[in-house]
């Protein structure tokens, strides 16, 4: 097989593992865990139940890879963010932390897909590990955010557990409801509790 051979064979395995998962993460959004199965799955992703298997040893393996993709494509929005705010501490901080009042993090869809995750890293250890291994990755950008302004690394990494909730649950009422209080009103409030803390 020549080289331009292998590189379109690998291209085209990773378009359709990336194309399964994003009609997996559609699925769950729009049906929940309920309605998310191998065949609501390859109808999405216009693929045969028989190429799921080839890709994923079944299901389970796939929503797990969902979550990991999924994780992966905020955990780049966070920092892109970051690397857009320029130099200053405290403008990478509050970019960091108001990215999840912004498309496409507060997409609904984007919550039907994790409360479907959330959902599963109660019963599912692989997704358990996803899930502590994904927020405490969160924690720890957030925490060296912390340390950058002036936190002590003991106190940065109290503050990032602290903020991280009260992001959590402003992302969760703006996801659910944009009308509550608003992406800006959400962005103000984080502005002015990072400013008390800090």
Do not use: K
Request: glycine content about 6%; some cysteine.
């Amino acid at each position: 097989m020549t080289a331009a051979r292998q590189a379109f064979t690998r291209e085209s395995a990773d378009a359709r593992r990336a194309a399964l998962i994003e009609a997996t993460a559609a699925c769950l959004a729009a049906h929940g865990l309920a309605g998310t199965n191998v065949r609501a799955i390859c109808a999405r992703a216009g693929v045969s139940p028989g190429l799921l298997r080839h890709y994923f040893e079944g299901i389970d393996d796939l929503i797990a890879a969902t979550y990991r993709a999924t994780s992966d494509r905020i955990d780049a929005i966070f920092a892109a963010a970051v690397e857009g705010a320029g130099a200053d501490p405290r403008v990478r901080l509050n970019a960091y932390l108001t990215a999840s009042f912004r498309a496409p993090v507060t997409d609904p869809e984007l919550l039907g897909a994790w409360t479907a995750f959330w959902a599963l890293a109660r019963s599912d250890a692989r997704m358990a590990a996803i899930h502590a291994e994904s927020y405490a990755g969160y924690r720890a950008r957030l925490a060296d955010l912390l340390h950058g302004c002036g936190a002590d690394p003991d106190r940065a990494e109290r503050l990032a557990v602290m903020l991280t909730a009260m992001v959590d649950g402003l992302w969760l009422e703006l996801s659910l409801d944009a009308t509550s209080f608003g992406a800006a009103a959400a962005a103000s409030m984080v502005e002015q509790a990072v400013a008390a803390l800090l």
